[in-house]
C-alpha cells in the first residue's frame, strides 16, 4: 500500500505545530464512506488530489484531511479521517477511520495511518528542535 508522505506530512504538519496523536475514533460523521467522498466532493470549500489511486479531500476550515482507498486496495471502501483539534490544552490529530472492506485488509490499513500520524509527529518534532536550534545566539568569543 503506497500513498505519498509528502501530501499527508506538508498538509498536516501545516495545520498543527507539535500535534499529538489521539487515539482512533470510527466516526466519520456520515452513514457510509461513500456518503462521504459525495458529500466532500460537492463541496466548493474542499481541495482535491489524487496519487497512486488514493483520493485526498482536505477541508482547510474544519482542519481536516480525508484520504479514501482506491477501488483495488482490498480495504475499499475506506476512508480515513484526519483532524487537528484542542484536547485538554493540546494540540492533536484525531484519526478516525470507516472501513467496509475486508477485515484484515483494514486493520493493516489502520497500522498503515497509524505509522504515517507517528512519522509526521517525529518529523514535526525534529524540525522544531532544528528550528530551536537556528534560532539560539551563538556564544561569544
Known amino acids: 500500500m503506497t500513498l505519498p508522505r509528502l501530501i499527508f506530512t506538508g498538509t ?17 460523521g456520515y452513514a457510509s464512506v461513500e456518503a462521504a467522498r ?4 460537492q463541496r466548493d470549500d ?4 489524487i496519487a497512486d489511486g488514493w483520493l485526498t479531500i482536505e477541508d482547510p476550515a474544519a482542519m481536516t ?17 484526519r483532524s487537528v483539534i484542542e484536547e485538554d490544552g493540546r494540540i492533536v490529530i484525531r484519526m478516525d477511520i470507516r472501513c467496509e472492506g475486508d477485515g484484515q485488509a483494514c486493520d493493516g490499513l489502520e497500522q ?4 504515517l ?10 524540525d522544531s ?13
Do not use: Y
Open 112 to 115: 498503515h495511518f497509524l505509522g
Open 65 to 81: 484531511i480525508w484520504t479514501f482507498a482506491p477501488e483495488i486496495d482490498p480495504a475499499h471502501p475506506a476512508v480515513i479521517k
Open 38 to 41: 459525495s458529500s466532500l466532493q
Open 129 to 141: 528542535q532544528d528550528d530551536a536550534a537556528e534560532s539560539e545566539p551563538e556564544p561569544e568569543s
Open 12 to 28: 498536516l504538519a501545516a495545520l498543527a505545530c507539535a500535534p499529538v496523536l489521539a487515539e482512533s475514533q470510527g466516526d466519520i
Open 46 to 49: 474542499t481541495r482535491m488530489s
Open 117 to 126: 500520524n507517528q512519522a509526521t509527529r517525529d518529523q514535526v518534532r525534529e
